[in-house]
């Protein structure tokens, strides 16, 4: 149990930490929800200029987030060769998790990383899954590339009294969780590093409300803080996908701009007279003229041919197409054109993007792994070890072709039991279903039979 000067050196550590990064990552928040990113246009510039400029932003971010969060979905957890789900799958099913997990897996992809406390809410309370951002929650590690667990964790949150903003958190160790009283929101946020230490030694920590949150993991106490990484190296740090994609969003966003501009001003005829002035009234009553007439002969009217739009639509399409290759995404997931693409045509479009997803279910499935094993222990329970998370397979394939292997396989000897998975579409919930249905005991001779007949004649249709 942490004493008082203990507790607030860890709060000053907490602070430092996140003054340091809370900006960085509003930042790409603001990119990643479109709100960050529009032209400058010059000081004295009409509203209807200003209008163009907060009009024409094209965000791409957040559809390469969408195109990659849509596609991480957890289905399962076991081992190769268990056909059912590992000790810890009801534990995910009571916390809502298949639809929470979004909640994990997109401010990884955005930020680079995101948390998962599992803790309970009050002294002797269930223990609750709860997703955190790293714009919530700062955690401090002893050695970062080593252990799992943090040295401990402090939660964030703000809460409105009257109308003033408090900063209230929770410390969380290896062994207890501690409530704190920051203060007001404004005097955290806008302090310099220096500061903070005053802030944290004013900070309330009430020691004596500190529950234990009971937490092990190979029946050894652990900070109960389960971190995502989406990518990065020892040298830069998790990164996410917006950062990288912040200078080619800014030119796209500059590009749509002039199109507007010229699309407004600029895409038709312009007619200009010399030689004559006259009142707003005049002119616009010759502008709707079909024919025009004057006395004078020194006026002169002329017609300048409209402005294309063309080589602009041209420079978004080639600026959108680069941030696909950065990305590592489908060109057609943001560009939207296809006509007539075979399965196989996809599956080649969505080579390297099948490849970075494979990459990321590694790094966050690991990461599950370890939430399921911890709440599995913490619920006093006996983890299952080797078990392992099934990703949703999204991967743009045909259906046919996918049955018609499984039946190779079937027929080849391979056990029916363990090529139900296989079957594209299928969830854990509709493959204990065929299972039982089936009424056989897995690798037998009727299974086999069961299980290619219909699959057999599905791939020949």
Not at 169 to 196: F, N
Not at 256 to 270: C, E, K, T
């Amino acid at each position: 149990m942490m004493d008082d000067s203990q507790a607030r050196e860890r709060i000053t550590q907490v602070l430092t930490v996140r003054r340091s990064e809370l900006a960085r990552f509003e930042d790409l928040r603001r990119w990643a929800t479109g709100q960050a990113g529009t032209p400058q246009v010059p000081r004295g510039a009409e509203p209807e200029v200003r209008h163009l400029a907060r009009i024409s932003k094209r965000n791409v971010i957040g559809m390469v987030l969408d195109t990659f969060t849509q596609n991480l979905s957890v289905v399962g957890y076991r081992s190769a060769e268990a056909t059912q789900d590992a000790e810890g799958w009801d534990l995910w099913q009571r916390a809502r998790m298949d639809a929470r997990q979004g909640e994990v897996h997109r401010p990884a992809v955005t930020y680079g990383l995101s948390y998962l406390v599992l803790r309970p809410l009050a002294a002797g309370g269930r223990v609750e899954w709860l997703p955190r951002s790293p714009r919530q929650l700062v955690a401090l590690y002893e050695h970062d590339d080593v252990n799992p667990w943090p040295v401990c964790a402090m939660e964030v949150w703000t809460e409105v009294v009257g109308s003033t903003r408090y900063l209230r958190g929770a410390l969380i160790d290896d062994e207890l969780v501690y409530p704190v009283d920051l203060g007001p929101a404004a005097d955290v946020d806008r302090t310099r590093t220096a500061s903070l230490s005053r802030i944290a030694a004013a900070a309330d920590v009430d020691t004596g409300a500190a529950f234990p949150h009971g937490a092990v993991y190979d029946a050894a106490p652990v900070c109960p803080v389960v971190r995502f990484v989406n990518g990065g190296d020892t040298d830069t740090g998790p990164l996410g996908e917006v950062e990288p994609l912040i200078q080619p969003q800014r030119a796209l966003n500059e590009v749509s701009f002039d199109r507007h501009i010229v699309s407004r001003f600029g895409a038709f005829p312009q007619r200009v007279i010399t030689g004559w002035s006259a009142s707003a009234s005049e002119v616009l009553k010759a502008s709707a003229a079909r024919v025009w007439a004057f006395g004078d002969p020194d006026v002169r009217a002329q017609a300048l041919p409209a402005a294309s739009t063309e080589p602009y639509n041209s420079v978004l399409e080639e600026i959108t197409k680069h941030v696909a290759q950065v990305a590592q995404i489908a060109p057609t997931q943001l560009v939207g054109q296809m006509a007539n693409l075979s399965a196989e045509a996809l599956w080649a479009a969505e080579a390297a993007q099948q490849r970075k997803l494979d990459a990321k279910r590694r790094a966050f499935g690991e990461s599950w792994e370890l939430a399921l094993h911890l709440a599995v222990e913490t619920d006093h329970r006996a983890a299952a070890h080797g078990a392992e998370v099934v990703w949703q397979d999204t991967e743009a394939r045909s259906f046919g072709s996918i049955v018609d292997g499984v039946v190779k396989l079937a027929q080849a000897g391979v056990p029916a039991d363990l090529l139900i998975p296989m079957v594209p579409g299928m969830t854990q919930q509709q493959v204990t279903a065929v299972r039982q249905r089936l009424g056989t005991a897995p690798q037998t001779d009727q299974a086999l039979e069961d299980l290619t007949r219909p699959l057999g004649a599905l791939a020949g249709t």
